[in-house]
């Protein structure tokens, strides 16, 4: 069924993130370990910090109290949270925290002490609380106690001082009536001075201890529950956001842009096994991909003779040659693998041919078949597969087999080759360093170019395409091996192949056999990168 345009183009989009973050699984989990284990640090590590809290009530001045008119008490305001907003603010200053300073004879400075105590109105109530944070539950609630004190110590003390002249100057105004204590005159006097002597004595009216802190239970810092699971979310956000980053800065899709500006088409994205997690059945399906691609280029007339070259050294041209042939050999062509690489021979190793028959070994190839010292049946070897033969390098070693080739007016040899199978596949040395690559591109039907994202420059493959196509090579597009990237499109084939072998083992298909036995061969010494050249 068709998918409307925009519905076709989300799920285009949701698939390309699935993908960068499959082909970036491991940086997530790294980042997700690393988060979480710095949150573990700080959580197991970081001091403890326990809060106590202890309660003010504001009782403001009313209107109606003449006598207390002039002092610094807190008066009752039309809107009431103006009241305790004000209270706050005068209990959190630096003058009471000088006081709990002195009263708990501490070293701490006194802006340290207030940076250590939060207070904060209640809303909708006359309650201002005071919350105070200790390293350990006792001193938190000292210090929440202690400050509540100060503060009703301090503006008790504030009062004091505003009440000290008054009380002094209505005595004055008492003692200059004659007769006080019988004169209806000092009668007023001597009741504000009553009012203001309890005042005094009583301390500030408006403020006072309504509930004084308790020891904490808890601490309230560091949350390890909370830190653990924001290190868990902190890593994935990382995680995902870094893999995005890393995949936008990725040169991969420039490179492809170029491939595509010089008209090259990708053939195949051969997955790396070993680091991107993809099964070996993953591997075996691009090289079938390879091998249709490669047929419906020239679905009227069909290559004979495919010339398999890269730009350097250790790019993977060995292994596409041979499991190019494995694919057209299951797809029941009879193929001729020729190893025309004479510097870096490998073919029979891969192979896993005798002895006798690789060039690396003194075997007779087809150097020899060109310099006329061995016939063509002589260096055309069988392999265990029915259908595959092989021709090695040779055992003559020459600076160039140009030369040869040129002599044997390579252009007929290779449609001799073409008539002996229904493929023939060159293995040549890579274009960069000689120039053999380039004449048997030239006379071959078709060029495959191997490209490894790891290690090919775009210098090196805009420099071998122009050398291939100065030639007049019938360049049919590259071969990006190693591409990480490609693995989750194949991931649903190795779960059935796995199935199919653990249930009929001797139904595994021989592809799948030889694949593992190359994998192998991958891993001997003299391959670094883990490819064949």
Known sequence: MLLPDGEASEQSSLRRYLDTLKERWLFVVLA????????????YTAPEVYEAHADMLVTPVPDDQTALLGLG???????????????????????????????????????????KIRVDPVAQSSIVAITAQGATPRAAQQLANVFAEAAVETRTAQLRRQLDPAIAALRTRIAEVPDARNSDEAQPLYEQL?????????????????????????????????????????GLLLGVAGAFALSALDTRGERENRLASMGLSILARIPDTRQSGAGYRAFEEAFRLLRTMIRFASPDTPYRT?????????????????????????????????????????????????????????????????????????????????????????RISMESISGLLEQRHGQAFVRELAELADLVILD????????????????????????????????????????????????????????????????????????????????????????????????QPGSPDGQTA
């Open 73 to 115: 008490l807190i008066r009752r305001a039309s809107d009431p949270t103006r009241d305790v907003t004000t209270a706050a603010r005068l209990i959190g200053n630096i003058e009471v925290a000088r006081r709990v300073a002195l009263s708990l004879r501490s070293q701490t400075p006194p802006e340290a002490l207030l940076a």
């Open 306 to 394: 495919i010339a398999v070259t890269s730009a350097s050294e250790q790019e993977g041209k060995t292994t596409t040659s041979s499991q190019l042939a494995l694919a057209a050999l299951e797809a029941g062509q009879t193929v001729l693998l020729v190893e025309v690489d004479a510097y870096r021979p490998a073919l029979g190793r891969v192979l896993d041919m005798p002895d006798a028959f690789r060039a690396d070994h003194g075997g007779a190839g087809l150097l020899d078949y060109l310099a006329g010292v061995a016939t063509l049946d002589e260096i055309i070897k069988p392999t265990a597969m029915a259908g595959l033969s092989f021709v090695p390098a040779g």
């Open 428 to 523: 040549c040395p890579p274009v960069g360093p000689r120039s053999d690559a380039v004449l048997i591109a030239a006379i071959a039907d078709a060029v495959v170019l191997v490209v490894d994202v790891k290690r090919s420059s775009d210098k090196e493959l805009v420099d071998t395409v122009r050398r291939l196509r100065s030639a007049r090579a019938e360049l049919v597009g590259v071969v990006l091996n190693r591409d990480e990237a490609t693995a989750s499109e194949y991931d649903y084939l190795d779960s059935a192949t796995e199935e199919a072998r653990t249930t009929h083992p001797e139904r595994a298909p021989s592809l799948l056999r030889s694949t593992r036995d190359h994998a192998a061969v991958n891993r």
């Open 194 to 234: 009553a009012a203001l002597e309890s005042l005094r004595s009583g301390g500030d009216p408006t403020l006072r201890i309504e509930v004084s802190a308790a020891e904490p239970t808890a601490a309230v810092s560091p949350r390890k529950r909370l830190a653990l699971i924001g290190g868990v979310f902190a």
């Open 32 to 43: 997700v370990v690393v988060c979480t284990a710095a949150a573990a640090a700080y959580a």
